[in-house]
């Protein structure tokens, strides 16, 4: 870098045939700028420069010195303008692994406003609850939810979704409505693999509650659609079941109480992210922290 450097002020010092007007150009002392090409004319090991009191002159090595470096030069020059570029208005490929009912429910309405911000963006969206190879696969960014397993991996929290319990009316007609976080464990409730226990708070207290039923399931919107059909409570962000909610198809259980709420992240392989990337992520928890 610091020979790239070298090679701009002598381009700088051969546009303008006068080292102090150079340095006048470039903001550094004429001191340190005759110093600088001094040192590269050293490493080279050729004079580039005739100097006199009144002028300067390429030498033949000079002038041959000077035809490559204003090329190399240029290119770095248009290279890191353009990079700017790419930061304002980037594009390219965008590759995520993204849950399936993550990304229906909190993606997909955001996705017109993001392409109208970035249409140099294209996408490629793995939908699955697998969990991808960042390193193997090509991947820019995976969304996951809830707690990671320790990894080398760059994790960065985007937002914190709440829980809240819901049923329908015809299940609670059936099995009786809880009033208490304790009457759980009399009912069926709708949980996750390696599941067993859920935690409500009341913004006073909190409290850990055994749950069962017959069903684990690792799918939210298939634990929402059996909800749906009458066969037990479920813990869902409220987002999932809006319109289940509006449409009396739903209610809420114990209203006093939510659940833990659910962390999101944005894992990636590396910290250093092309600019597609870093946009994509800055929408996604701009969007999930919206009032």
Not at 116 to 124: K, T
Not at 201 to 210: E, F, M, P
């Amino acid at each position: 870098m610091e020979l790239l450097n070298d090679m701009a002020l002598f381009v700088e010092v051969v546009k303008a045939r006068s080292f102090r007007r150079a340095a006048h150009t470039i903001g550094v002392p004429n001191s340190t700028l005759s110093r600088r090409i001094s040192g590269l004319e050293k490493a080279i090991g050729l004079r580039l420069l005739h100097r006199t009191t009144r002028k300067i002159e390429l030498t033949e090595a000079g002038q041959l010195y000077f035809e490559r470096c204003r090329r190399i030069v240029d290119e770095a020059r248009l290279a890191h303008e353009q990079l700017g570029e790419m930061l304002a208005q980037p594009s390219g490929v965008l590759r995520v692994s993204l849950p399936v009912d993550f990304a229906m429910t909190f993606l997909a309405p955001q996705l017109a406003e993001f392409t109208r911000r970035y249409p140099g963006i294209s996408f490629e969206f793995d939908l699955t609850p697998r969990r991808v190879d960042l390193v193997a696969e090509p991947f820019d960014v995976a969304i996951r939810m809830g707690e990671l397993p320790d990894s080398t991996l760059i994790a960065r929290k985007l937002a914190e979704i709440p829980r809240y319990l819901f049923a329908s009316p015809r299940y609670l007609a059936l099995s009786g409505e809880p009033s208490r976080p304790a009457d759980l464990d009399k009912h069926e409730c709708l949980d996750f693999p390696r599941g067993g226990a859920w935690t409500l708070r009341d913004g006073v207290q909190s409290v850990d509650v055994t749950v069962g039923g017959r069903f684990r399931l690792n799918s939210i919107g298939m634990i929402r659609r059996m909800a749906l059909l009458d066969l037990g409570i479920a813990m869902l962000a409220d987002a999932i079941v809006a319109e289940d909610l509006a449409d009396g198809r739903l209610r809420r259980v114990l209203p006093k109480w939510q659940a833990t709420p659910v962390a999101v992240h944005a894992v990636t392989e590396t910290r250093l992210l092309p600019a597609k990337t870093q946009r994509f992520i800055e929408f996604l928890s701009e969007c999930l922290n919206r009032a």
